[in-house]
């Protein structure tokens, strides 16, 4: 189980979640004004197995026709999906972390590319 409570960066930031919600299947870190969630779980096959991270953002902005403020939420999520064998731990976190050195290199351009719906 992740410490509780656990550092998330919310614009920047390293910001406490504390634990809120235990699982069967997942944990809920939040924090205290609930405007950013983290959850963390993983479901199992018979042939695979899949563990995940959602970070959650949640703040009030103006919508552009209306003008009136809404709540808003933006959702990251890691999932790694894997064979139950075949593949080691330390092959799997090098493909995580290839993956996640591809999205912030070169000053997160990729990422900025991802974004904007380049293919």
Known sequence: MLPDPI??????AATNHPRIAV????????T??????????GS???TRKRE???T???KIAADPI?????SVQATVTVSINQPLWGFSIAELKAHVLDTLDFLVATTGANTDKLLAGER
């Open 7 to 12: 550092s998330v960066k919310v614009a920047g």
């Open 23 to 30: 699982g069967s299947e997942s944990n809920v870190y939040s």
């Open 32 to 41: 205290a004004d609930g405007t950013s969630t983290v959850r963390v779980g």
């Open 44 to 46: 199992r096959s018979k």
């Open 52 to 54: 995940y991270i959602t």
């Open 56 to 58: 959650t953002h949640s």
């Open 66 to 70: 209306s003008a009136v403020n809404q």
